[in-house]
T-cell receptor
Framework: DSGVTQTPKHLITATGQRVTLRCSPRSGDLSVYWYQQSLDQGLQFLIQYYNGEERAKGNILERFSAQQFPDLHSELNLSSLELGDSALYFC????????????FGPGTRLTVL | AQSVTQLDSQVPVFEEAPVELRCNYSSSVSVYLFWYVQYPNQGLQLLLKYLSGSTLVKGINGFEAEFNKSQTSFHLRKPSVHISDTAEYFCAVSPIYNQGGKLIFGQGTELSVKP
């Protein structure tokens, strides 16, 4: 158990819909990262937050957005869903001075029908 | 920009045999290097990391990796594998200048250990 929790574990929805994925980092970790894992794109970095502020952006679509709340949990919002958004979405967290060592949650499997 | 290439998508091996999973990277800046393992239906778990110092790093579950700067490689090895090592293995880099920054992953190597 990494200490990072993600909900829900599975999500099935239809095209055009909007979903929210939730992540709680390890106790004390200030950084939260979101990654997407799909068969064709592999594991791709989406976005990073540090103590409530956006720190880095990767290959995140404009239809996707994220935020980190004062209690440090984070939410990834995916809107106008397309079939190609079906993937495993991971959240990871790291602490200050952790030399980029990230601890991953179990993931949310999103299926868009 | 950084990129990671895992040279084998699948590696079948018999139990108790040695294994090497190959990883090459490209980067215009210095990077930290990592190997993660993903068991079926689970998240990623850190196996080992190279930050600086000795180029041979030891990780969990008997795995080790050697950093070769001239060849920009970071190959993962285990002298004797077990059935329980069956999983997907990911090599990753992260730019040093941006501590706490993103991980750039390779495409993964599926290790299949047969009895």
């Amino acid at each position: 158990d990494s200490g990072v929790t993600q909900t829900p574990k599975h999500l099935i929805t239809a095209t055009g819909q909007r979903v929210t994925l939730r992540c709680s980092p390890r106790s004390g970790d200030l950084s939260v990262y979101w990654y997407q894992q799909s068969l064709d794109q592999g594991l791709q970095f989406l976005i990073q937050y540090y103590n409530g502020e956006e720190r880095a952006k990767g290959n995140i679509l404009e239809r996707f957005s994220a935020q980190q709340f004062p209690d440090l949990h984070s939410e990834l919002n995916l809107s106008s869903l397309e079939l190609g958004d079906s993937a495993l979405y991971f959240c990871a967290s790291s602490g200050r001075g952790s030399y980029n060592e990230q601890f991953f949650g179990p993931g949310t499997r999103l299926t868009v029908l | 920009a950084q990129s990671v290439t895992q040279l084998d998508s699948q590696v079948p091996v018999f139990e108790e045999a040695p294994v090497e999973l190959r990883c090459n990277y490209s980067s215009s800046v210095s990077v930290y290097l990592f190997w993660y393992v993903q068991y079926p239906n689970q998240g990623l778990q850190l196996l080992l990391k190279y930050l600086s110092g000795s180029t041979l790093v030891k990780g969990i579950n008997g795995f080790e990796a050697e950093f070769n700067k001239s060849q920009t490689s970071f190959h993962l090895r285990k002298p004797s594998v077990h059935i329980s090592d069956t999983a997907e293995y990911f090599c990753a880099v992260s730019p040093i200048y941006n501590q706490g920054g993103k991980l750039i992953f390779g495409q993964g190597t599926e290790l299949s250990v047969k009895p």
